[in-house]
């Protein structure tokens, strides 16, 4: 291993492991990035749902509506024995504030794994934004945004954990 990939990785020259480090900028404190690694069902969870984008995106392609991509997505999980809410709604809390209708999310599997799907044929990062939004307020760690409206299905998924 070369050196900058040891320093990268935050093993040290005699393979002491440090804790990676972002240097901020001045005026700003250091901090150590302290999120644990997701779980085994999480992961596991993670690479189905990737094989089901795919082998959907494989057998009809780019070019339909969102629904029928959502119900073969919901076909495949049942298939699987994997528990989901479709369309969930999650109220939002603001101070002391309930908005009932705050969030609906088109897919929670297993209440751990929030996934959007798309249709687009143009990519917004406002989409990113959003499931970003999505899992901090239901504080969830892992989401997918999945776009089927492109060419390569590798090319349509966004995978963003907290």
């Known amino acids: 291993m070369s050196l900058w990939f040891k320093k990268a990785c935050g093993e040290g020259l005699r393979g002491i492991k440090k804790p990676l480090r972002f240097q901020g900028t001045k005026g700003h404190k250091d901090f150590t990035l302290m999120y644990a690694?997701?779980?085994?069902r999480e992961e596991y969870l993670a690479k189905q749902i990737v094989d089901i984008a795919i082998r959907i995106h494989k057998e009809l392609?780019?070019?339909l509506?969102?629904?029928?991509y959502a119900k073969c997505f919901y076909y495949e999980l049942a298939n699987r024995n994997i528990n989901y809410e479709r369309q969930k709604d999650v109220p939002i809390i603001y101070q002391s504030f309930i908005i009932d209708e705050g969030l609906r999310l088109d897919l929670l599997i297993e209440?751990?794994?929030?996934i959007e799907m798309k249709a687009q044929e143009n990519y917004h990062p406002v989409w990113e934004a959003q499931l970003l939004s999505?899992?901090?307020l239901t504080k969830k760690r892992l989401g997918f945004l999945i776009n089927f409206h492109v060419p390569?299905?590798?090319d349509g998924i966004k995978?963003?954990?907290?």
């Open 61 to 63: 392609g780019p070019g």
């Open 37 to 40: 690694k997701l779980s085994e």
């Open 159 to 162: 995978r963003l954990i907290l």
């Open 134 to 136: 999505y899992l901090k």
């Open 152 to 154: 390569l299905m590798k």
């Open 111 to 114: 209440d751990l794994i929030i």
């Open 65 to 68: 509506l969102e629904s029928v």
